[in-house]
């Protein structure tokens, strides 16, 4: 089954700890993005990625990091420097051309106290 | 600042009626319009996209797309209780950057048995 997987599903944290979000594709995707999700709230792009060991910010990228070593690959790291890390956090993946839809993973749940 | 706007509902229809969902978009360049779902605590789930003015249909699902006025619509044919989710607009402009999708806020369905 091609797709993409995010894990954990829910992650909790105390503040001030750095805390590293998995996304993985089998969709032999090249571009990947990370979203954040806030209740009544529109996606918001964190990072994106269109190949491998490259990496673009997005519209919120304060207080994230990512990396692209592998294709199928693009973790993403909120760090302590992020104000309010508490989110839905979606990856998601798409070809480089054509419509470029993208398909998203099931997401994460980070809550941080 | 490139926009994409939703009536945020609640939109109530009863079952068996047509649900149409409604999205205006700012970015004139913007080419690719796509339609995703997300049931309350999940993922969004393209349900279709739509690059040329007119109509395309899949399924109960129709887009519609008139670039002149900048507006793109859902309608949803015989309508289910399993519908109910909020919908999401997305427009894409390929010289943007880097093909990433503006999202709207979404549109909360609720098709009342």
């Known amino acids: 089954d091609g797709g993409i997987t995010q894990s954990p599903k829910y992650l909790f944290r105390k503040e001030g700890q750095n805390v590293t979000l998995s996304c993985e594709q089998n969709l032999n995707h090249d571009a990947m993005y990370w979203y954040r999700q806030d209740p009544g709230q529109g996606l918001r792009l964190i990072y994106y990625?269109?190949?491998?060991?490259?990496?673009q910010k997005g519209d919120i990228a304060e207080g994230y990091s990512v990396s692209r070593e592998k294709k199928e690959s693009f973790p993403l790291t909120v760090t302590s420097a992020q104000k309010n890390p508490t989110a839905f956090y979606l990856c998601?993946?798409?070809?480089?051309?054509?419509?470029?839809?993208?398909?998203f993973g099931p997401g994460t749940r980070l809550t941080v106290t | 600042q490139k926009e994409v706007e939703q009536n945020s509902g609640p939109l109530s229809v009863p079952e068996g009626a047509i649900a149409s969902l409604n999205c205006t978009y700012s970015?004139?360049?913007?080419?690719?319009f796509f339609w995703y779902r997300q049931y309350s605590g999940k993922s969004p789930e393209l349900i279709m996209f739509?690059?040329?003015?007119g109509d395309k249909e899949d399924g109960r699902f129709t887009a519609q797309l008139n670039k002149a006025s900048q507006y793109v619509s859902l309608l949803i044919r015989d309508s289910q209780p399993s519908d109910s989710a909020t919908y999401l607009c997305?427009?894409?402009?390929?010289?943007?950057?880097?093909?990433?999708?503006?999202f709207g806020k979404g549109t909360k369905l609720s098709v009342k048995p």
């Open positions: 739509i690059y040329s003015n």
């Open positions: 970015d004139r360049g913007s080419q690719s």
């Open positions: 990625s269109q190949i491998v060991n490259d990496f």
């Open positions: 997305a427009a894409l402009n390929y010289g943007g950057s880097q093909g990433n999708l503006i």
């Open positions: 998601a993946s798409s070809i480089v051309g054509g419509p470029r839809e993208q398909y």
